[in-house]
C-alpha cells in the first residue's frame, strides 16, 4: 500500500549528507543498545593485551558506561586518530583473510561518539602523561594531556542523547543490564586467562577472577563460575582435531540441561560467536540423548588458521564463515558423541541433590516431622503400592554375561524382552552379597520398589534405577548398533498379523517399508487401510505388534516424511532412522508395574555399565540417580 500523500518527502535535489549525519546513520549498525557498546569496548581492551578489564554501567547503561584496562594504552597521536572513521591498528597489512583480533573494522569508536559523549583517557607505559579526548555528539575536542595508570579509560555518557529516537526502542534497566551481563559472560567463556568485573547499582560486583595457568583444569575453573558451581561435576572433557582445526572444552552430561540454548557457548579463534551451524551440530550431537524441548549446556573453544574462518560476514561479528562447514559441522558432532561414549554410565548429580532434598523433613517429598521426632509423609493418595522384593542378594558367584562382538552381552532373549517372573514368586536370598558384584558402579539389585524402580547397593551408597527408561535405552543403542552393522535382526512371525488403521496412514506405512525392512519390521500392504506385518526386529519380539506398528508411525509423521516420498527426506537419513528406532525401543523396552527376577536385575544393571549414554533415556530422562552413604547419614542425622 503506497504512503498517503501528505508524509511524502517534498521533491529534492540530490545532495551529500554531512559527516555528522553519515556517523549517526552508520552508528545504528554497530550501536543497537547498550550492550553492544560494552560488547565493541571490551573488546577492544582485549585486543590491548589486558589482564584485567572492569565495567560500571548506571541505568542500564543509558547513563553511564564505564571500561577501564590495564592494556597497552595509546598514545597522544593514536587516540586522536582512533575516534575517525575506519580508522584501526589491528589490519597492519591490509588483508582481510587473515583476521587475528577481535576488532578491525574502525567503526566503534567514532559510531559510538556519534550517539552519545564520549570520554577516553589512555596512557602507554612508556609515556610520562597519557591523552584524554572528548567526542560529544560527533564533534571532536580538542587533545589534552591526562595524568594515569596504564591502560585505556573509556565513559559513555548520555548514550542515545544525539538521536533520541532510539531510546524509546531500548528495554527496562534490568533488561539492559542482563544484555551487558550476558555479553560479558560470554567473553569470559572465551578469555579464560582475563578477569573481568561488573559493577551496577543493584548490589555487589561480579567477578570472574583470570586463570593464570592454560589447561582444562583452569578452564573448568572458569566455567564454574560463569555457567554455575553446578556444571564441573557435570561436564565431560573434550578434546579433538581434524584438518586443520582443534576443538576443546567440556560439554555436559545429557541429564543436566536447561530449557533455554542460553548455555551454549562457542568462541572461534578466541572470538565468542552464536553461529547457526556450531549450534546446528550441537543439536543434532544431542538428538537422541536430550527431550526436544531441552538444551544442553558446553562450551568449546575452536581454534583454527585465519584463511579456514571468515569473520566479516555480520556487522556484530556474532557470526562466521568456514571455508569447509562440512568438515567443522562433522568434527563437533563427532567429538560430542566421542566424549558421551566415554562416559558410559553417568548421570547428572543434580538429581541425587533433588533426591536428597526430597527426602528430608518438610522438603518436597512431603515429609513432616512430629513432636516424637518421627517423620511420616503426609497422604498422597487412595493408591497404595507394594515392596515387590524386599531383601535379596545376588546369587552366589554371579557374574555379568559376557560381551558379544558389538558390545552386547549374550544373554538369553528374556532379559531383553517382556518376560518377567509370575506374580507370586519370592525372590528372598540371602543378605550377603560378593563383594566383586557391590564393588561395580552401579552395585548389586536388593530389592524392586512399586515394580518400577531397582533398588542397588554399590561400595559407598545405593542407587536408584528406572527401569523402563534404563531397558528403553539398552534396546536403542542395541538397535542402532545393529542397524550400522548391516542391518537389524528379524524374527518372522509363524502367523502374520493384520493391523487395521486409516487409509493414508497405512499409505504412509507402505511409502517406507523399504527402509523398515533394513529395521527389522517387514510389512506389506493388505487392502485399504491395513498392512500386514510378517516379521519384527528380533530384539522387540514378544510384544504387541500392533503398538509396535503404530509407534513406528508415529515417527515418520513426528519426523515430517512427505507422504510417499522416502524417509530421510529434507534431513539427513540417519536421524529420521534413529527416530524410528527411538519409538521401537520406548515399545519393546520393561515397562513400568512388571517385576523382576533377581537376575534379571543384575543383568540389566550390568548392561547399563557397559552401554554408552545410558545415564538417559531417549528422552533425556534420566536412568539412575546415585545416593552416597554420606548424605544418607546425615539425613538421619548421623554425620
Given at each position: 500500500?503506497?504512503?498517503?500523500?501528505?508524509?511524502?518527502?517534498?521533491?529534492?535535489?540530490?545532495?551529500?549528507?554531512?559527516?555528522?549525519?553519515?556517523?549517526?546513520?552508520?552508528?545504528?549498525?554497530?550501536?543497537?543498545?547498550?550492550?553492544?557498546v560494552v560488547k565493541e569496548l571490551v573488546e577492544n581492551a582485549i585486543d590491548a593485551g589486558a589482564s584485567g578489564i572492569e565495567v560500571a554501567i548506571e541505568a542500564g547503561g543509558r547513563r553511564l558506561i564505564r571500561v577501564i584496562d590495564d592494556g597497552h594504552g595509546m598514545g597522544s597521536e593514536d587516540l586522536d586518530l582512533a575516534v575517525e572513521r575506519h580508522a584501526t591498528s589491528k589490519l597492519p597489512d591490509g588483508d582481510l583473510g587473515r583476521i587475528v583480533s577481535l576488532g578491525f573494522r574502525g567503526e566503534a569508536l567514532p559510531s559510538i561518539g556519534a550517539v552519545a559523549r564520549l570520554a577516553i583517557?589512555?596512557?602507554?607505559?612508556?609515556?610520562?602523561?597519557?591523552?584524554?579526548?572528548?567526542?560529544?555528539?560527533?564533534?571532536?575536542?580538542?587533545?589534552?594531556?591526562?595524568?594515569?595508570?596504564?591502560?585505556?579509560?573509556?565513559?559513555?555518557?548520555?548514550?542515545?542523547?544525539?538521536?533520541?529516537?532510539?531510546?524509546?526502542?531500548?528495554?527496562?534497566?534490568?533488561?539492559?543490564?542482563?544484555?551487558?551481563?550476558?555479553?560479558?559472560?560470554?567473553?569470559?567463556?572465551?578469555?579464560?586467562?582475563?578477569?573481568?568485573?561488573?559493577?551496577?547499582?543493584?548490589?555487589?560486583?561480579?567477578?570472574?577472577?583470570?586463570?593464570?595457568?592454560?589447561?582444562?583444569?583452569?578452564?573448568?575453573?572458569?566455567?564454574?563460575?560463569?555457567?554455575?558451581?553446578?556444571?564441573?561435576?557435570?561436564?565431560?572433557?573434550?578434546?579433538?582435531?581434524?584438518?586443520?582445526?582443534?576443538?576443546?572444552?567440556?560439554?555436559?552430561?545429557?541429564?543436566?540441561?536447561?530449557?533455554?540454548?542460553?548455555?551454549?557457548?562457542?568462541?572461534?579463534?578466541?572470538?565468542?560467536?552464536?553461529?547457526?551451524?556450531?549450534?546446528?551440530?550441537?543439536?543434532?550431537?544431542?538428538?537422541?540423548?536430550?527431550?526436544?524441548?531441552?538444551?544442553?549446556?558446553?562450551?568449546?573453544?575452536?581454534?583454527?588458521?585465519?584463511?579456514?574462518?571468515?569473520?566479516?560476514?555480520?556487522?556484530?561479528?556474532?557470526?562466521?564463515?568456514?571455508?569447509?562447514?562440512?568438515?567443522?559441522?562433522?568434527?563437533?558432532?563427532?567429538?560430542?558423541?566421542?566424549?558421551?561414549?566415554?562416559?558410559?554410565?553417568?548421570?547428572?548429580?543434580?538429581?541425587?541433590?533433588?533426591?536428597?532434598?526430597?527426602?528430608?523433613?518438610?522438603?518436597?517429598?512431603?515429609?513432616?516431622?512430629?513432636?516424637?521426632?518421627?517423620?511420616?509423609?503426609?497422604?498422597?493418595?487412595?493408591?497404595?503400592?507394594?515392596?515387590?522384593?524386599?531383601?535379596?542378594?545376588?546369587?552366589?558367584?554371579?557374574?555379568?554375561?559376557?560381551?558379544?562382538?558389538?558390545?552386547?552381552?549374550?544373554?538369553?532373549?528374556?532379559?531383553?524382552?517382556?518376560?518377567?517372573?509370575?506374580?507370586?514368586?519370592?525372590?528372598?536370598?540371602?543378605?550377603?552379597?560378593?563383594?566383586?558384584?557391590?564393588?561395580?558402579?552401579?552395585?548389586?539389585?536388593?530389592?524392586?520398589?512399586?515394580?518400577?524402580?531397582?533398588?542397588?547397593?554399590?561400595?559407598?551408597?545405593?542407587?536408584?534405577?528406572?527401569?523402563?527408561?534404563?531397558?528403553?535405552?539398552?534396546?536403542?543403542?542395541?538397535?542402532?548398533?545393529?542397524?550400522?552393522?548391516?542391518?537389524?535382526?528379524?524374527?518372522?512371525?509363524?502367523?502374520?498379523?493384520?493391523?487395521?488403521?486409516?487409509?493414508?496412514?497405512a499409505d504412509r506405512l507402505i511409502a517406507a517399508a523399504e527402509d523398515l525392512e533394513w529395521l527389522g519390521l517387514s510389512l506389506e500392504a493388505f487392502g485399504p487401510g491395513a498392512v500386514l506385518v510378517r516379521a519384527v526386529p528380533a530384539a522387540l519380539s514378544g510384544g504387541s505388534v500392533r503398538n509396535l506398528v503404530?509407534?513406528?508411525?508415529?515417527?515418520?509423521?513426528?519426523?515430517?516424511?512427505?507422504?510417499?516420498?522416502?524417509?530421510?527426506?529434507?534431513?539427513?537419513?540417519?536421524?529420521?532412522?534413529?527416530?524410528?528406532?527411538?519409538?521401537?525401543?520406548?515399545?519393546?523396552?520393561?515397562?513400568?508395574?512388571?517385576?523382576?527376577?533377581?537376575?534379571?536385575?543384575?543383568?540389566?544393571?550390568?548392561?547399563?555399565?557397559?552401554?554408552?549414554?545410558?545415564?538417559?533415556?531417549?528422552?533425556?530422562?534420566?536412568?539412575?540417580?546415585?545416593?552416597?552413604?554420606?548424605?544418607?547419614?546425615?539425613?538421619?542425622?548421623?554425620?
Open positions: 500500500m503506497s504512503a498517503p500523500l501528505d508524509l511524502l518527502p517534498p521533491r529534492a535535489s540530490v545532495r551529500r549528507l554531512d559527516s555528522i549525519l553519515v556517523d549517526r546513520i552508520a552508528a545504528g549498525e554497530v550501536v543497537e543498545r547498550p550492550a553492544s583517557t589512555s596512557r602507554r607505559a612508556e609515556d610520562g602523561a597519557g591523552a584524554h579526548l572528548v567526542v560529544d555528539a560527533g564533534i571532536k575536542a580538542p587533545l589534552r594531556p591526562a595524568s594515569g595508570p596504564r591502560g585505556t579509560r573509556i565513559e559513555v555518557t548520555d548514550l542515545f542523547s544525539a538521536t533520541p529516537a532510539r531510546l524509546k526502542f531500548l528495554k527496562s534497566d534490568r533488561a539492559e543490564t542482563a544484555a551487558i551481563s550476558e555479553i560479558l559472560r560470554r567473553l569470559a567463556v572465551a578469555q579464560p586467562g582475563i578477569r573481568f568485573t561488573l559493577r551496577t547499582e543493584s548490589g555487589s560486583p561480579v567477578v570472574f577472577p583470570a586463570e593464570s595457568e592454560p589447561g582444562p583444569a583452569a578452564f573448568l575453573r572458569r566455567l564454574g563460575a560463569v555457567l554455575g558451581a553446578d556444571f564441573p561435576p557435570n561436564a565431560v572433557p573434550l578434546s579433538m582435531a581434524r584438518e586443520g582445526f582443534a576443538l576443546d572444552g567440556h560439554i555436559g552430561l545429557p541429564t543436566f540441561h536447561r530449557g533455554a540454548a542460553s548455555h551454549i557457548h562457542f568462541s572461534v579463534n578466541g572470538r565468542p560467536v552464536r553461529d547457526r551451524l556450531l549450534l546446528g551440530a550441537v543439536r543434532g550431537a544431542y538428538a537422541d540423548t536430550l527431550s526436544s524441548d531441552r538444551h544442553p549446556v558446553l562450551a568449546l573453544a575452536l581454534v583454527c588458521a585465519p584463511d579456514l574462518v571468515d569473520v566479516n560476514v555480520h556487522p556484530a561479528k556474532t557470526e562466521v564463515r568456514f571455508r569447509d562447514p562440512g568438515l567443522v559441522r562433522a568434527l563437533v558432532v563427532s567429538a560430542i558423541h566421542e566424549s558421551l561414549r566415554r562416559v558410559g554410565a553417568r548421570s547428572a548429580t543434580t538429581g541425587a541433590a533433588r533426591t536428597l532434598d526430597a527426602l528430608r523433613p518438610g522438603g518436597a517429598g512431603g515429609f513432616s516431622v512430629h513432636s516424637g521426632g518421627s517423620a511420616f509423609p503426609r497422604p498422597a493418595g487412595a493408591g497404595h503400592h507394594r515392596l515387590a522384593t524386599p531383601s535379596f542378594a545376588a546369587p552366589p558367584g554371579y557374574r555379568a554375561p559376557d560381551r558379544g562382538p558389538g558390545g552386547f552381552s549374550d544373554a538369553p532373549q528374556a532379559l531383553f524382552s517382556a518376560e518377567f517372573a509370575p506374580p507370586g514368586a519370592d525372590f528372598r536370598e540371602s543378605a550377603e552379597l560378593p563383594e566383586q558384584v557391590v564393588d561395580h558402579p552401579l552395585g548389586a539389585a536388593r530389592a524392586q520398589l512399586h515394580e518400577t524402580y531397582i533398588v542397588a547397593q554399590t561400595a559407598d551408597g545405593i542407587v536408584i534405577v528406572d527401569q523402563h527408561a534404563a531397558h528403553e535405552r539398552l534396546v536403542y543403542e542395541r538397535l542402532k548398533r545393529e542397524r550400522a552393522e548391516g542391518g537389524i535382526g528379524r524374527q518372522g512371525l509363524l502367523i502374520p498379523d493384520v493391523v487395521e488403521m486409516a487409509p493414508a496412514e503404530l509407534d513406528v508411525l508415529d515417527a515418520l509423521e513426528s519426523s515430517g516424511v512427505e507422504e510417499g516420498g522416502p524417509i530421510g527426506a529434507g534431513d539427513p537419513l540417519s536421524r529420521r532412522l534413529d527416530a524410528i528406532l527411538s519409538r521401537m525401543s520406548c515399545h519393546g523396552s520393561i515397562r513400568a508395574g512388571r517385576r523382576l527376577r533377581a537376575e534379571e536385575m543384575n543383568a540389566l544393571l550390568r548392561e547399563m555399565e557397559s552401554t554408552e549414554n545410558s545415564g538417559q533415556c531417549n528422552h533425556g530422562r534420566p536412568t539412575f540417580v546415585t545416593l552416597k552413604l554420606s548424605d544418607i547419614e546425615r539425613l538421619f542425622g548421623r554425620r
